[in-house]
């Protein structure tokens, strides 16, 4: 007799990661760049000459040339005395930057890397498929009102069981027809437009406006002395005096733009600002996992046409790359008692158990809160329900410090309530907003704009849509979110990660951001240290001159050895760790006798990872993960439905910490979301990181903090 098949068999994942099929790479020839008499050149300024010189080379000779290795690479090898005419042209077209270069000589005997092929696939032979992949995008596109979509993608490279990967990502935005100026006239200010993000014209960056800066005819002269390239000098030059100059915050880093050089992107979360069609700009953004992974195919089919790439891993064809984790997690409530993890229950096992440790002197002393009521009905009925529940069910009283009703919601009037109410001795600001497109991965736009001011200036907040107001059901999670960012622990892990022999016992997110006051460098750095079962240990910042390094005295600051001594501490880091940092954390080692495992934590660019699930596509499930080798992998932290193509994280370790042990350091650390029945897919060890960094960038963050309560939350 035949076993009955499982009721719900395992979903077939796969990936946006393709393997290289090496036979479409041509026979490839290197040659070593010769350089006259200098100082020799570091290898950042080594990078940036041979791409450049590999970009003048495409341009004057047949076949694929690429800088990659530390060499020349080509397929098509010119005679000796074609290749020194060739040079000798080059520095003549263009001796300021060539004027080092001697010659090129073959590199005889020479094989390529995989990193070598993966680079040569993606800087020479995938762009000579350009036109192909924007045609097949452009046929993915659809007219709209007021507005265009366009796809674009973007081929990252990877090493996979020592062979060269490529994955295949692609993003979709929608431009909005109507100028900035028009844009004003219809909102009837520019302050309005603070918020919305923008794409600059010459460059392609993208970023969100953070200020309306001034008039041209206030601001010309200004703008003229800071552009470098020829082609804004000419668009600052010829701009109306009355248009208006805008500051966007791109990747961390604040610029002036003229209206002018700005084109505004419409989004799922402020496509009220904007004369377009909602259900075309949801069927434009919100790409559901077949659509996304069509898309893909699309350009994915061009690549294999080429010969270039094989089909994508997925556990059919790497079973052995694919895990999820199934490691049981149960959480610690009020007098140790412990029950397993499930977001949806945790407030109903906090109301019946108690939470597990709470600040002493909430034993005689209310939770103070601040509000900033931005709805049009009165807060009052519901902030004594909330006093009601918060004593009744949980045992801890609320004091209302200060109510500030606003009216009319603009990022001015929020500015100033929350400068307000930043004078008051509070535990936090709880802030309510209207109703707005959202989920827990994305905020909207008004509570992302909330959230960055009270963040960026280091003050616990909350915010609330009004339809929670009027669930009752959502009370208790309510509570269990104001007690946690007033420094209670709801829970911990039963099961941390001190379990797992020789892992860690603290689990630090640590970011360093810079902001230039007058002629000098300040370097903020800001630390959340954690237990290894979740318990807040402290949250630390510090600001202190900085000179390109990173001092003892800010590690002091930051890492304390009272802290840190003797222990062994994974270090959470949003983005690629620089290697000043990477420098500074082996040197603190032995100073403090403490041990850091540095993972870097890459939320944006990630392949996606996908599950066919009974003839369905759907987004792999919540601890999917994905390890290409033994220091990165791709994670599902988001616990968003199967029908959203929710993106996971991209893992990166020191080459001494096991990938594994990271991933679950960051699947545990998620779970420390107390209060939200779905919890955001960043651990807490990152999460906000961005609003503090644009607190510190605009001076708003307190150059001190030593906190026991998670005001990053």
């Known amino acids: 007799m035949k076993p009955k098949a499982s009721a719900n068999p395992a979903p077939q994942l796969f990936t946006e990661v393709f393997p290289v099929r090496l036979e479409g790479i041509p026979p490839l020839h290197a040659y070593r760049v010769l350089l006259n008499d200098a100082p020799a050149p570091s290898s950042q300024e080594r990078r940036s000459f041979g791409g450049r010189l590999a970009a003048r080379l495409r341009a004057l000779l047949p076949g694929l040339w690429v800088w990659a290795g530390g060499a020349l690479l080509t397929d098509s090898p010119p005679k000796t005395a074609v290749t020194a005419e060739i040079i000798s042209a080059i520095i003549a077209d263009n001796p300021q930057v060539f004027a080092l270069l001697g010659g090129i000589e073959p590199i005889p005997d020479w094989t390529p890397t995989a990193d070598t092929l993966v680079k040569v696939v993606i800087r020479g032979l995938i762009p000579g498929l350009a036109p192909q992949i924007i045609a097949a995008l452009a046929a993915t596109t659809f007219p709209m009102h007021n507005a265009r ?19 295949l990502l692609v993003a979709s935005r929608v431009i909005y027809a109507p100028t900035i100026r028009d844009q004003i006239e219809k909102l009837g200010k520019a302050t309005a437009l603070v918020g919305l993000r923008a794409r600059v014209n010459l460059n392609g960056a993208e970023g969100e406006i953070v200020k309306a ?54 989004g799922l979360d402020d496509m009220a600002h904007f004369d377009v069609v909602p259900a075309q700009v949801d069927r434009a953004l919100r790409l559901k996992p077949p659509e996304r992974a069509r898309i893909v195919k699309a350009v994915s089919d061009v690549l294999k046409d080429a010969g270039l790439i094989a089909n994508a891993f997925s556990t059919q064809n790497a079973p052995d790359h694919f895990h999820q984790r199934d490691r049981p997690l149960n959480l610690v409530f009020g007098g140790g008692r412990a029950k397993p993890y499930d977001p949806q229950t945790t407030a109903a096992h906090i109301k019946a158990l108690g939470d597990y440790w709470r600040p002493p002197r909430f034993s005689s002393e209310p939770i103070r809160l601040a509000v900033i009521n931005t ?75 909330a959230k960055a001011q009270a963040i960026g200036r280091g003050i616990p907040c909350l915010t609330l849509y009004e339809s929670a107001l009027h669930r009752p059901e959502d009370m208790p999670h309510v509570v269990i979110g104001i007690m946690a960012r007033s420094g209670c622990a709801p829970f911990i892990l039963e099961d941390p990660v001190t379990s797992i022999p020789d892992y860690a016992d603290l689990v630090i997110g640590l970011q360093l951001v810079t902001r230039q006051v007058k002629e000098q460098t300040i370097l903020t750095g800001v630390t959340r240290i954690y237990r290894s079962d979740g318990a807040l240990v402290r949250g630390l910042a510090a600001s202190m001159p900085s000179d390109g390094g990173i001092s003892d005295a800010l590690l002091t600051a930051i890492l304390p050895a009272s802290i840190v001594s003797g222990r062994r501490g994974v270090i959470h880091h949003d983005g690629e760790i620089p290697i000043a940092l990477a420098q500074a954390l082996g040197g603190w080692e032995i100073e403090t006798g403490g041990t850091f495992c540095p993972v870097e934590i890459i939320r944006s660019d990630a392949p996606r990872l996908y599950a066919l699930q009974s003839g369905r596509i759907e987004t792999a499930p919540h601890g999917s993960i994905f390890r290409l080798n033994d220091r990165e992998a791709l994670v599902m932290t988001s616990h968003a439905p199967s029908d959203t193509a929710a993106a996971p994280l991209f893992i990166r370790t020191d080459p001494e910490f096991s990938i594994d042990d990271a991933v679950h350091s960051i699947l545990d650390f998620t779970v420390m979301h107390a209060g939200q029945p779905i919890p955001p897919k960043l651990p807490v060890t990152i999460h906000h990181a961005d609003h503090i960094a644009q607190g510190i960038r605009r001076g708003l963050f307190p150059s001190r903090i030593d906190s026991a309560s998670p005001f990053w939350l």
């Open 149 to 167: 979509v366009e796809r674009q993608y973007r081929v990252q490279g990877y090493i996979i069981d020592d062979k060269p990967v490529v994955s």
């Open 213 to 266: 800066v001034g008039l041209v005819r206030e601001q010309r002269t200004r703008l003229l002395s800071a552009a470098a390239r020829a082609s804004a000098r000419d668009l600052i030059s010829t701009a109306d005096d009355e248009s208006w100059v805008f500051r966007l915050d791109i990747d961390g880093s604040e610029s002036d733009f003229v209206a002018d050089a700005l084109q505004l992107l419409v």
């Open 375 to 449: 709805l049009s009905e009165t807060s009052s009925d519901f902030l004594e329900a909330l006093a009601r529940t918060t004593e009744r069910d949980f045992k801890l009283k609320l004091e209302i410090v200060r109510e500030r009703n606003m009216r009319v919601l603009t990022p001015s009037n929020l500015d100033s309530a929350i400068r307000l109410v930043q004078k008051e001795t509070i535990d936090l600001v709880l802030i309510l907003l209207p109703n707005e497109a959202s989920t827990p991965d994305e905020p909207g736009i008004e509570a992302r704009y």
